[in-house]
């Protein structure tokens, strides 16, 4: 039943690094959320980050998107500093985020939450728009629609929708504009075993130059949605590797297997 990645689909297209980390600390008062993390993921890379409860792994995502500022460390997106950036500084370029909880206009189609996200980051967000540009962006909408496999739910209301399909079109909110790294928090988490499959789908048929990162607890959709796993223990990491490599580490097993793993 393990499907890998394509391998000819992985990090084919861009060079360089996506996200450089060095000495990344977060305190919270005395709490070290995360501590001294060093972490590279190249352009159009797809990590797994793995860990216990209370790890660290959203704090580092925080940290990431500008959220939170790191106490201490560097932050390098594409190569730049932006380790003092303000949020939307890191989303024009190129960063997207889904959070653990759902962020959705409910009352609101598929179609309409799409068409704003990509309205939100085209250029006309303040004017009115020509027909031609607004026909442009619906062309766009029904794209991401597609890529997260809720054609024959446009039109339906997201109240209506399951919760498996509302994580879907988040996925597809955090494509709008032009995403180069996504950070997924948990969004294989409370899924059915069919809305899992879903999803591991829709990741791997994300275009190989969109990275990603993704949190999750799962080892076998780890294994099937990424080629570099980092496994994170009490806010640090605790080991890098492919996921077959995390997966048969005799250590990770003792510590993460016999640790809280959901
Ligand atoms: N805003 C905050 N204020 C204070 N402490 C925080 C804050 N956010 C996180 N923490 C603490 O930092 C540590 C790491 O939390 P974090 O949410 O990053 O873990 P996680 O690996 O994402 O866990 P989970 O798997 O439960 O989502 C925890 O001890 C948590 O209580
Ligand atoms: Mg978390």
């Not at 796993?229 to 077959?244: A, D, L, R, S």
Request: charged share 20%; glycine share 10%.
């Amino acid at each position: 039943m393990t499907e890998t990645v394509p391998a000819g689909r992985l990090s084919s297209v861009s060079s360089g690094n996506a996200l450089e980390l060095r000495g990344v600390t977060k305190m919270f008062g005395a709490l070290a959320a995360i501590s001294d993390i060093t972490l590279t993921v190249r352009s159009g890379e797809r990590r797994a980050v793995l860990g216990s409860n209370g790890a660290g792994k959203t704090t580092l995502f925080n940290c990431v998107t500008g959220d939170f500022l790191p106490t201490g460390g560097t932050i390098r997106l594409f190569g730049e500093d932006v380790t003092r950036f303000p949020a939307y500084e890191r989303i024009r370029r190129g960063l997207r985020r889904t959070y653990q909880i759902s962020l959705l206009f409910n009352g609101l189609t598929v179609a309409d939450n799409v068409y704003l996200a990509c309205r939100g980051v085209s250029r006309g967000r303040f004017s009115f728009l020509r027909p031609r540009e607004s026909d442009a962006l619906i062309a766009r909408a029904d794209e991401l629609i597609a890529a997260v496999h809720l054609q024959d739910w446009r039109d339906i209301s997201v109240a209506n929708l399951s919760y498996g399909q509302q994580r879907q079109l988040e996925i597809a909110l955090a494509l709008a504009g032009a995403p180069r790294l996504i950070l997924f928090d948990e969004p294989a988490a409370g899924l059915s075993p069919t809305e899992r499959s879903e999803l591991i789908a829709i990741l791997q048929g994300l275009p190989g130059h969109i990275g990603y990162i993704i949190i999750e607890h799962d080892m076998d959709v780890a294994l099937r949605v990424a080629e570099s796993v980092t496994m994170m223990h009490n806010g640090t990491i605790f080991k890098e590797g492919t996921p077959e490599e995390i997966e048969n580490d005799q250590e990770v097993q003792e510590l993460y297997l016999g640790d809280g793993h959901a």
